[in-house]
């Protein structure tokens, strides 16, 4: 199994000194980045879809093993409540695409005001290329039913698990043959840090849940101090230590 391993984003200034040398130019960060992890979950879609050269140039920026996961727009998401999602969802794949082989997984997070649809989300899952992995961050409790997990199972969609207090806040469904998870905030000091014992149970709770073969990506959301990057390096120490592989983590930083 390969936990791909990265942070929510790159572009944080507070992590000068700890993952960007203090004379680096924020114009090669993405570089500096990619120097020290495989993987990063892109939030800049969220707020306002880059265009088709941007996609292209971070496409050029990294190296070959570099994969991005990218956060759907918050039109579709937050704004039209997955009503009306074809034309979202192609433009933001026909943009995305540029990425190439740098394209990772897709994620939807759903605005915690909006309950349960099983035929929106359905709607909004096929409008997606097949082959597409999305993943699906719903945060209103009445998406945890037998319904929704049947939809995510048979549209090959992960259930994003998230953390928030080193606790899991979703049902720990495995619905399909890959996965995802997104820490947004631990408890240990300085905040908003993972403790060891919270980080070794989910290295646990991803051994259990998938075979040595299968892809899962985790991705630190706790930017605040470079936390994100401290947790990630701490995370990959414990996941190597239980005998998994995961990609490059800075060095030194655990």
Same mark, same amino acid.
């Given at each position: ?33 990619? !120097?020290? +992890? ?18 292209? *140039? ?35 794949? #026909? ?50 039913? *037998? ?6 199972? !048979? ?18 469904? &495995? ?17 908003? &840090? ?5 980080? *070794? #149970? ?12 299968? *892809? ?18 701490? +995370? ?19």
């Amino acid at each position: 199994m390969t936990i791909h391993l990265g942070t929510s984003g790159w572009q944080y200034r507070d992590w000068r000194g700890t993952l960007y040398p203090p004379d680096l130019p924020q114009r090669r960060w993405l570089e500096e980045y990619a !120097r020290h +992890f495989a993987t990063v979950e892109s939030n800049a879609a969220f707020y306002r879809l880059p265009e088709a050269r941007t996609f292209a *140039d971070w496409r050029d920026r990294t190296p070959d093993d570099f994969v991005m996961a990218v956060k759907a727009s918050r039109y579709l998401t937050h704004i039209k409540r997955l009503r009306d999602p074809q034309e979202p969802v192609r433009r933001l794949m #026909a943009r995305a695409a540029h990425l190439r082989p740098r394209l990772g997984p897709v994620l939807l997070q759903l605005p915690p005001t909006l309950p349960a649809d099983v035929g929106l989300l359905a709607d909004c899952l096929d409008c997606f290329p097949t082959g597409t992995r999305v993943a699906v961050e719903p945060r209103h409790d009445s998406w945890w039913t *037998d319904a929704i997990r049947t939809v995510l199972e !048979r549209r090959g969609a992960a259930l994003c698990w998230a953390d928030r207090g080193s606790r899991p806040v979703t049902p720990l469904w &495995r619905t399909a043959d890959w996965g995802y998870l997104r820490f947004h905030e631990g408890r240990a000091a300085p905040w908003p &840090r993972y403790g060891r014992q919270a980080l *070794d #149970a989910w290295v646990r709770r991803i051994a259990d849940a998938w075979p040595d073969r299968a *892809d899962v990506y985790a991705y630190f959301n706790n930017d605040p101090g470079g936390a994100a990057v401290l947790d990630a390096a701490r +995370f990959a120490h414990a996941a190597t230590a239980a005998g998994r592989t995961v990609t490059r983590t800075p060095a030194g930083q655990e």
